[in-house]
């Protein structure tokens, strides 16, 4: 269906401007992000476009290809509705401009389509977020830069939809672009890029078809967690994230965390983020035996320290882990459910994923998806 037809019908005037924003792949540094450290993700090809046109009421008409529900939302009523539905994403994008300070001018007809899978961990909801952002950013020349989509999108999620998420994933939507791996620094949002050599490694994401919910409370208290451990570590040294502390800082002054469950944690968060930069040089320097590595380190931390992880999650991790022509795999995203990244050696591919699919289906009678 082509899309610019289909706003045509639908609104009757042809789009004003069209943008498309992509879902990210994080490749390692798993819930470091809002714990001021690094992450290391990736923009895929799939993601959201999104048309827009300027209306001279002060509605926002919101219509997408891949969802039947449609909605209207009037720019003036002072608390709109959210009710777990799409059209609550660009909902509260428009809120959050207003909160930022770039309060939109009039209405707007908006229609979406999407590639990303909803629900598996491949930020689906960002790039709704961002591709809502930049059209709305275009049409009315608000000029918003990529960082500013990005703290939009974030804060739309954080203070509309009410899941408390890092900077991550609309930092890689705004500003990612496939197959370069961008390493952000979450505390100061400084990110550079290194190309990944795909004629060495193609990095394969295999969907459990488990939907994760990051509404559901274990994000949140994960975070309550952290801030636990920062608030034990600040007792002996005073630092101002989870990051800061190096690995050597937290072997000597970890005992200060009394409870089991939130040094775990730390453990986890602080381990993640150097992994991520060794990570990162290790990309840099192709060195991908090295990166493997260090992913499946990052996997196993995020099953027994974090805990974030779940059966169907580990058997993909680890049968990949154990496959010919794997450098790594592990889960990727908030976890409970979504996607493995694997760094599959190019010839490998097609056969890892048979084998991994017909494994998978034999051991969870559930038909696993695959994405290179
Ligand atoms: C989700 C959140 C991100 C990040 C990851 C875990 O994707 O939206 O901000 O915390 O989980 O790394």
């Not at 993601?47 to 919101?62: A, I, P, Q, S």
């Not at 274990?218 to 190096?246: G, H």
């Not at 944690?265 to 590595?293: C, Y």
């Not at 694997?342 to 048979?354: A, H, I, K, Q, T």
Request: charged fraction near 25%.
């Amino acid at each position: 269906m082509d899309p610019v037809r289909t706003f045509l019908q639908t609104f009757g005037a042809p789009p004003e401007v069209m943008r498309f924003a992509p879902g990210r792949v994080n490749l390692i540094g798993e819930h470091t992000d809002y714990n001021g450290g690094y992450v290391l993700p990736c923009a895929l090809s799939m993601g959201v476009t999104c048309l827009c046109r300027r209306r001279e009421d002060r509605k926002l008409r919101l219509y997408s290809l891949d969802f039947p529900d449609d909605g209207i939302i009037e720019l003036d009523a002072s608390e709109p509705e959210l009710g777990g539905r799409w059209t609550d994403y660009p909902a509260a994008v428009v809120r959050s401009l207003a909160v930022f300070g770039a309060p939109l001018t009039g209405g707007a007809d908006l229609m979406f389509k999407g590639s990303v899978p909803p629900g598996s961990g491949l930020s689906s909801s960002a790039a709704l977020e961002v591709a809502t952002g930049m059209a709305l950013s275009d049409a009315f020349g608000l000029g918003l830069s990529g960082s500013e989509l990005a703290r939009i999108g974030q804060l739309a999620e954080n203070r509309f939809i009410g899941v408390n998420c890092g900077i991550m994933d609309q930092f890689a939507s705004a500003l990612g672009t496939p197959y370069n791996a961008m390493l952000l620094n979450t505390q100061t949002l400084e990110y550079s890029f290194t190309p990944i050599d795909l004629s060495r490694a193609v990095p394969v994401i295999v969907n459990s078809m488990v939907k994760h919910s990051l509404a559901s409370s274990a994000y949140n208290d994960r975070r309550r967690e952290c801030e636990a451990a920062l608030s034990a570590l600040k007792s002996r040294l005073d630092k101002p994230t989870l990051c800061a502390y190096t690995p050597e800082e937290f072997e000597s002054i970890g005992g200060v965390i009394a409870d089991e469950t939130v040094y775990r944690r730390a453990r986890h968060v602080i381990s993640e983020n150097d992994r991520t930069l060794k990570a990162a040089e290790a990309l840099r320097e192709n060195r991908l035996n090295d990166f493997g590595r260090l992913m499946n380190l990052s996997h196993a931390s995020l099953r027994d320290d974090y805990e974030v992880s779940c059966p169907e999650l580990d058997f993909l991790a680890e049968t990949a882990q154990n496959a010919e022509g794997v450098f790594g795999a592990r889960m990727t995203g908030g976890g409970f459910g979504g996607c493995t990244v694997n760094l599959v050696e190019p010839d490998r591919v097609e056969s890892f994923v048979g084998m991994i699919r017909s494994a998978y289906l034999k051991r969870f009678g559930v038909e696993a998806k695959a994405y290179i």
